[in-house]
């Protein structure tokens, strides 16, 4: 067995994960390479999810019954935990939602309606990158279609960094906005937020970052980041599915409007107009994910015990290990960074001419799952003139053996094709 140093106890923390036990096709073992897609979920979080259900379940905030009570403070119990994990001044700050992707949007959507200084408008530009995902793209377009402002983003270099040569020209006084990904959930590369803060904040723009495959993956730090909003999301992260944080600074909170109505956001209403309760409570309109915020929760106190910094660590040895044993590959090209150095625990490949769908199925045959096509992210797979890749990510129960169980599998692909 290859041993790489700095590696967790995988042994032990894949007994936590029932699904890695999983044969299919005929007794194969589950080789798991999607965690940028989503992640397992570890007993202690499906545990947690059930004894909600099981002993706890009622709506939060408006019962005074003890089951209303309990529901309630296992909700906020888990903001509490999601405001620690992310070092966020305030528990007030952090703000649940149903995924990333909405988090995003309701940052666009809160601007575009929003009072000035922080109207986006016709005399407005908004800078995102090429490397987004879809999720961090669209809701600025449709902003832009509004509200009529500006739509400027960053290149990308040859070798999957973003081109800041620019970024005077990119970031001007004009600029309202400043939306991008921490790391990239196509290539892993991890993004220079220092510098692109620094200019955001010497134009007086905002800065918002979509950690989504940041979270799950190393220390998020919302204060040492000095942006304005956070997004990510839970079922990357060992949580559950439909639950997504959005952290954003208490006193824009204050000052920006909210961008959904209905109960528990409000104060007052009468048939004439209504008043808003304060944050988080004013962009969490209706029944929240109670139970996923719950499994969230547990989520934080599962990565939290086992310590960030620790996850870290092992998926840098894994991804330097998965580089170098891919690069061995004839006729693999990996996009974006062919090093381990700045760069996430995702590598996604060509591999010759083969299309992508056609290595994920014979990949899938062998029970390796990875993900095929252009993950949510075309403008990347544009900017290289490909039309999808092959993706593989790692996680904090990943094996230097399943990388080597995908090295051996692309070699059945190529020899399958010829």
């Not at 040859?158 to 991008?180: A, M």
């Not at 990239?184 to 803060?197: L, R, W, Y």
């Not at 959904?260 to 808003?276: F, K």
């Not at 993706?391 to 230097?400: M, Q």
């Amino acid at each position: 067995m290859t041993q790489l140093p700095g590696l967790l106890d995988t042994e032990a923390i894949r007994k936590d994960f029932p699904l890695l036990d999983r044969q299919i096709h005929d007794g194969k073992k589950v080789v798991y390479l999607d965690n940028a897609a989503t992640s397992q979920k570890p007993r202690q979080v499906l545990d947690a999810l059930n004894a909600y259900y099981e002993r706890h379940n009622a709506n939060v905030h408006r019962g005074v019954h003890v089951l209303a009570e309990e529901a309630t403070a296992l909700y906020e119990g888990a903001r509490d935990k999601v405001a620690t994990f992310i070092n966020a001044p305030s528990r007030d700050e952090v703000i649940f939602t149903k995924n990333a992707s909405e988090s995003l949007n309701l940052v666009a959507n809160m601007l575009g309606w929003a009072d000035e200084p922080y109207r986006v408008d016709r005399e407005t530009e908004i800078v995102i990158t090429e490397m987004e995902h879809h999720s961090n793209i669209v809701p600025w377009q449709l902003l832009a279609q509004r509200t009529g402002a500006k739509l400027k983003w960053f290149g990308i270099t040859d070798d999957g960094r973003l081109d800041l040569s620019n970024i005077d020209e990119i970031i001007t006084e004009q600029t309202k906005i400043v939306s991008f990904t921490l790391v990239s959930n196509i290539m892993g590369t991890i993004n220079p937020v220092e510098t692109i803060v620094r200019r955001a904040q010497e134009v007086g723009a905002l800065v918002c970052i979509d950690a989504s495959q940041a979270a799950p993956h190393m220390v998020l730090d919302v204060q040492a980041l000095q942006a304005d909003f956070v997004a990510f999301t839970g079922h990357k992260m060992c949580g559950p599915t439909g639950i997504g944080v959005l952290w954003g600074r208490q006193e824009l909170l204050e000052d920006l409007p909210p961008f959904l109505g209905g109960g528990e956001m409000i104060e007052t209403v009468s048939m004439h107009s209504s008043t808003y309760a304060p944050a988080p409570h004013k962009f969490e309109a209706g029944t929240p994910p109670i139970a996923q915020a719950v499994g969230l929760g547990a989520a934080v106190d599962y990565l939290t015990a086992i310590g960030m910094d620790k996850i870290a660590a092992h998926e840098h040895a894994i991804t330097e290990y998965a580089v170098k044993r891919l690069l061995e590959v004839p006729d693999l090209r990996i996009v974006g960074p062919s090093t381990a150095e700045d760069r996430g625990a995702t590598i996604s490949f060509t591999l010759g001419d083969i299309h992508p769908h056609d290595v994920g199925q014979v990949l899938d045959e062998q029970g390796i799952a990875v993900r095929v096509g252009h993950h949510c992210a075309r403008p990347v797979c544009l900017r290289y003139g490909i039309p999808a890749t092959t993706r593989a990510s790692f996680y904090l129960y990943s094996t230097p053996a399943e990388v080597d169980a995908l090295v051996e599998g692309l070699e059945h692909v190529r020899n399958f094709f010829g």
